[in-house]
T-cell receptor, first 118, second 115 residues
Framework: GAGVSQSPSNKVTEKGKDVELRCDPI?????LYWYRQSLGQGLEFLIY????????KSGLPSDRFSAERTGGSVSTLTIQRTQQEDSAVYLC????????????????FGAGSRLTVL | AQSVTQLDSQVPVFEEAPVELRCNYS??????LFWYVQYPNQGLQLLLK??????LVKGINGFEAEFNKSQTSFHLRKPSVHISDTAEYFC?????????????FGTGTQLKVEL
């Protein structure tokens, strides 16, 4: 597609439930990122996929969080046993990586998935 | 690994005044540098980028930034701000060499333009 697509746009869940958030990146983009943005907070890095390399999971806040990227395209972020502190907007972004052309390394962000844990 | 520091969490400024949003980075390798902007209730979008070449880069909406390697800075400037520039601004850095260098963001600077 023309942009990064995320679903659902809004998710309300009860504490303790599992949730899955989906990201459909721009076709051909080799890099995919997940970030979390809480109210009034900056961008918290969660995980980074780059081509066939092992993902950088250094930002995942706990073992309740996991993500996968199938076939180098669609990614799902799974949060198990959700807690109220997980409430945030989860942003996905994708880019080409490597050297020139000048469009490489520029992230295109999705609109985000707003998660509310009651 | 790289890191980014945005010292100012909030910058209030009057309309038509100049503004500078500060960004300093840390890296042991050469870098690409970016500024992204998030307008109220909107997604993030690229404002400008430095990849190579001229150290003064111009972006959208009259913003510009200068890459200063010796001071490891990439400050964002605009000579005359408008109300519509009210937004959150994020500086970001990406290392060039080595594998798997993720894009690292600063904590953001909230620019509030007042009449």
């Amino acid at each position: 597609g023309a942009g990064v697509s995320q679903s659902p746009s809004n998710k309300v869940t009860e504490k303790g439930k599992d949730v899955e958030l989906r990201c459909d990146p721009i076709s051909g983009h080799t890099a995919l990122y997940w970030y979390r943005q809480s109210l009034g907070q900056g961008l918290e890095f969660l995980i980074y996929f780059q081509g066939n390399s092992a993902p950088d999971k250094s930002g995942l806040p706990s073992d309740r969080f996991s993500a996968e990227r199938t076939g180098g395209s669609v990614s799902t972020l799974t949060i198990q046993r959700t807690q109220q502190e997980d409430s945030a907007v989860y942003l996905c972004a994708s880019s080409l990586e490597g050297g020139p052309p000048s469009g490489a390394n520029v992230l295109t962000f999705g609109a985000g998935s707003r998660l509310t844990v009651l | 690994a790289q890191s980014v520091t945005q010292l100012d969490s909030q910058v209030p400024v009057f309309e038509e005044a100049p503004v500078e949003l500060r960004c300093n980075y840390s890296s042991s390798v050469s870098v690409y540098l970016f500024w992204y902007v998030q307008y109220p209730n909107q997604g993030l979008q690229l404002l400008l980028k430095y990849l190579s070449g001229s150290t003064l880069v111009k972006g959208i909406n009259g913003f510009e930034a200068e890459f200063n390697k010796s001071q490891t800075s990439f400050h964002l400037r605009k000579p005359s701000v408008h109300i519509s520039d009210t937004a959150e601004y994020f500086c970001a850095v990406k290392g060039l060499t080595g594998g798997g260098n993720k894009l690292t963001f600063g904590t953001g600077t909230q620019l509030k333009v007042e009449l």
